[in-house]
């Protein structure tokens, strides 16, 4: 008897998971980890990372082992797997005695293609040890910024997954995070033992997100008219206190929203129904301390507003990211008062620990640079996560909205003679201090008031320095050292400035916005028309009544971008709907007559399974 080849790994990426293509990325990551090597993959959120452990699993020997902080997400993940007829299972706090002895059956038994475990339950005395004696084909450690002091999310017991590389010295180890900036990097290569892996940066880019920052200026009627303009599409709308989650909640649940809160001081039975009608398109806005949506994988969020000033650029980032994971037009919006960065700021000097203290500054320092900027928000933002943009991006408030320009070269040339002339070693408010001849303890102390570049920018306000400056190092002319206390140095373009070989043309500093400006007008997010919507809103019933049947979310069915696609190419029989990206062998099994039924209903033609049973 022959021996049944092995697929490839395009063939699984078609027939199990039914996709079409890999992302950009994935495939060399997937044959790195299938061959047996490490690998360090930093992916924004929606771009992938999940089948970049996933896949190789199935190719490997034994069982693969997933670390995730996060019980919801993994309940996602193991109903989404399980979906597309993969042995998956999830070993957490979560399962009752009898749950829990049911999955470690099937573990001994050799029954599991994937198991999800969270840090403290893999690095419990025993439970490890216990693993060794399993075939194990990989280990992956999401969110791996987590391992790190200098990431935003520090969590003390992921620091010693370090000691899974002594446990499994011979396995192949997958640290995957969508956020850290290049010390956090080094950092999780450090502690994880990963510095022979092979490194992939895929970018950080998600193109289809519009950013959008407003001045805060009555705040509930700005969120009212952002909403009001995305009718009934998916959204979540961060806030810093429990009570003002509440408050934003009602307000909408009062103007007819389908919007309910969740915070940690919730019940954690009350927090779990706002996630799973959530999950379920039973609600429309979830308000939200940042507790929330660190577990959710829905594809179909439309928009994330942030009601308040998040603290650090890395969280901004993962938090906007929950909004288009599937491809499709998104929108993140941000209300920024200049009120809200004096209180964080207040905030973080009431800290104890002075490192702790410094690098939790510079992180908010950012986030408000890129709150007041006037270029590009993507650029800021990538520029910040050690990506340039060539050009702006087009699709954000400050590329659709530009603001006036002029000829800074000669405010750029006495900003970077300043930083040279201070040995490059202070940072942004020393820098325009010196330049605006400030008399003050810090320029007396260190006789800076004889330099060359001291009071030579009386023309420009303090402000407008700083805008300035900020904008210097969003084009990459300067960069802020977080290592050593955030000083400016200058970037290898800034010689070309100094030079007189290379001009530079910034934004007019706009110091105050104008007040309740409104958002751009939201783009149809689906970029359906007519009847391809209204087969769309049929498609989206009948995901709704299959995902009630089965007591799954809507999106394990079929993701939004799936039924975008049936809508526009309208399948009429098995191979047609097969060709549908993400739509697998076990999804054509389990859904493809109904929605084929569907599809050739709105068309008028009869299917060409009318004979066969539902």
Not at 382 to 391: A, F, P, Q, R, V
Not at 489 to 495: D, E, I, M, R
Request: charged letters at 25%.
């Amino acid at each position: 008897m022959r021996p049944v080849p092995t697929p490839s790994i395009h063939q699984t990426l078609q027939q199990v998971f039914g996709l079409q293509a890999f992302r950009p990325g994935q495939e060399a990551i997937v044959e790195q980890v299938v061959a047996g090597g490490d690998a360090f993959v930093l992916m924004p959120t929606g771009g992938g990372k999940s089948l970049c452990y996933q896949l190789p699993a199935l190719h490997r020997d034994g069982l693969g082992i997933v670390v995730s902080p996060l019980i919801s997400l993994m309940k996602d993940q193991v109903d989404a797997l399980q979906a597309h007829g993969i042995r998956a299972a999830m070993y957490n706090s979560n399962l009752d005695a009898a749950e829990a002895r049911a999955v470690l059956a099937r573990l001994h038994c050799g029954e599991l293609d994937l198991l999800y475990v969270a840090p403290e339950r893999i690095m419990k005395p025993g439970f490890a040890h216990s693993l060794q004696a399993q075939s194990v084909a990989l280990i992956a450690i999401d969110e791996a910024h987590c391992v790190s002091q200098w990431g935003h999310d520090f969590r003390p017991e992921y620091a010693a997954l370090g000691e899974l590389r002594e446990h499994f010295p011979e396995t192949p180890l997958i640290a995957l995070t969508a956020t850290a900036d290049p010390q956090t990097r080094e950092d999780i290569v450090r502690v994880l033992g990963l510095q022979e892996a092979r490194r992939f940066i895929t970018g950080f880019d998600r193109p289809n997100i519009r950013y959008s920052v407003l001045e805060k200026h009555q705040p509930q009627s700005q969120l009212l008219r952002f909403v009001k303009a995305r009718g009934d599409e998916s959204g979540i709308v961060y806030a810093l206190s429990r009570k003002r989650v509440e408050e934003i909640a009602r307000f909408l649940q009062e103007r007819g929203y389908r919007a309910a809160a969740y915070h940690a001081g919730l019940a954690a039975s009350v927090r779990k129904d706002v996630q799973e009608r959530f999950l379920r398109d039973d609600l429309a806005i979830v308000v939200a301390t940042v507790a929330f949506g660190m577990g959710i994988d829905k594809p179909n969020v439309r928009f994330v507003v942030h009601y308040d000033l998040p603290r650090h650029l890395e969280g901004y980032y993962q938090e906007t990211g929950r909004a288009g994971r599937d491809g499709l037009p998104s929108h993140a919006l941000l209300l920024f008062g200049a009120q809200d960065a004096a209180m964080a700021r207040a905030q973080v000097e009431q800290g104890r620990n002075e490192q702790q203290k410094r690098i939790e500054a510079h992180k908010l320092n950012a986030m408000v640079g890129f709150a007041e900027s006037l270029t590009c928000r993507r650029r800021v933002l990538l520029g910040y996560l050690g990506e340039s943009l060539e050009k702006d991006c087009g699709n954000c408030d400050i590329c659709l909205d530009p603001p006036e320009r002029f000829d800074a070269t000669e405010a750029t040339r006495k900003v970077l003679s300043c930083v040279y002339r201070l040995r490059q070693s202070f940072g942004i408010r020393h820098v325009v201090d010196v330049l605006r001849g400030a008399d003050n303890e810090r320029i007396r102390k260190f006789g800076h008031g004889g330099l060359s570049t001291y009071g030579i920018g009386l023309e420009h306000s303090q402000a407008e320095w700083l805008s300035i400056v900020r904008q210097l190092i969003h084009r990459g002319y300067l960069v802020q050292d977080i290592a050593a206390y955030s000083v400016l140095k200058l970037a290898p373009p800034a010689l070309r400035v100094l030079r007189g070989e290379e001009a530079v043309e910034l934004a007019r500093p706009r110091i105050r916005e104008k007040a309740g400006r409104k958002p751009a007008a939201a783009t149809t997010s689906m970029e359906l028309r007519g009847d391809d919507q209204e087969l769309f809103e049929s498609l989206r019933a009948l995901r709704k009544c299959l995902a009630e049947e089965g007591g799954v979310p809507p999106y394990v069915v079929f993701g939004d971008a799936a039924l975008v696609e049936m809508s526009r190419r309208r399948p009429g029989n098995e191979d047609e709907f097969l060709s549908v990206n993400g739509v697998g062998q076990v999804k054509l099994e389990r859904y493809g007559h109904r929605f084929l039924t569907a599809i050739a209903e709105h068309v008028g033609q009869p299917s060409d399974r009318e004979d066969e049973a539902p």
